[in-house]
């Protein structure tokens, strides 16, 4: 937390972030990117193309086509999709305040401050289990919760047991949309699916006791990205998502 905050106020290492990914992003559909002009900038200021534009949240409060939603929606997807799994890094910070949408309908994206790097050992295990049938095969399954530090060889019968279920019951909810081919973010109960399961876990007493300090590093931010992400796509009330659409695009 500490390094991405100084990260966050280093405003040279921003400017080329923010050149690279728009750069290797350039090519996508309905995306819009600034200018940014090195020579008019330094480590206070960074200066780039005023965008015009509605900021996000504007945007989705206006009476939109659903053929506009859903053109919006799936400009985002691709963007995070293709950043994840082309990139291996990402703008780690999906909130309406990084992003307008232009009088055409393209998404304008303007603030590159967080970028989270994806090391190939935390994707790899990370995305295996975003895939039901691992996620349903109990040995592979267990591997893998070692493997991204969730179980720890110390644990007892009692932490494995818990943080087995635990994180059996969040991937198999936060990765439905990768086990299909379109996905409707406008629905309600998958919402409030999530909403449920956390009330619930906070609730719980019997997690008082046991070792919580687990988890990759990685983590943090990658959860941080999915929840804002899906968020901001049922701001959009986005439907009919292509989930893999971003593969059309790999270069």
Not at 21 to 26: G, N, V, Y
Not at 107 to 112: A, S, Y
Not at 137 to 146: A, D, R, S, T, V
Request: aromatic content about 16%; overall charge negative; hydrophobic content about 35%.
């Amino acid at each position: 937390m500490e390094n991405k905050l100084f990260e966050e106020t280093d405003y040279d290492l921003e400017l080329k972030r923010s050149q690279e990914i728009s750069e290797k992003c350039a090519h996508l559909p309905n995306l819009a990117f600034p200018t940014y002009y090195p020579e008019f900038s330094c480590g206070r200021i960074i200066t780039m193309d005023w965008m015009n534009g509605k900021h996000f949240s504007e945007f989705t409060k206006l009476d939109n086509s659903q053929d506009d939603l859903n053109k919006i929606g799936q400009t985002l997807w691709d963007f995070y999709m293709y950043q994840m799994h082309v990139l291996k890094q990402v703008h780690a910070d999906p909130h309406p305040g990084n992003f307008l949408v232009s009088a055409d309908k393209k998404l304008l994206v303007i603030d590159f401050g967080c970028i989270k790097e994806i090391p190939n050992d935390f994707y790899k295990p990370y995305f295996e289990l975003a895939e039901r049938k691992n996620l349903d095969n109990p040995e592979f399954y267990k591997e893998k919760l070692y493997e991204l530090e969730i179980l720890l060889a110390h644990d007892s019968a009692e932490e494995q047991e818990f943080f087995t279920k635990l994180f059996y019951e969040l991937l198999e909810l936060f990765t439905r949309p990768f086990n299909v081919v379109n996905f409707d973010f406008s629905d309600e109960t998958f919402f409030q699916e999530i909403a449920d399961l956390g009330q619930r876990y906070a609730k719980l007493s019997n997690i008082k006791g046991m070792n919580t300090n687990r988890g990759s590093k990685h983590f943090i931010y990658l959860n941080r990205t999915f929840f804002g992400l899906y968020n901001m796509m049922h701001d959009l009330k986005a439907q009919n998502i292509v989930i893999n659409h971003y593969k059309n695009f790999k270069q």
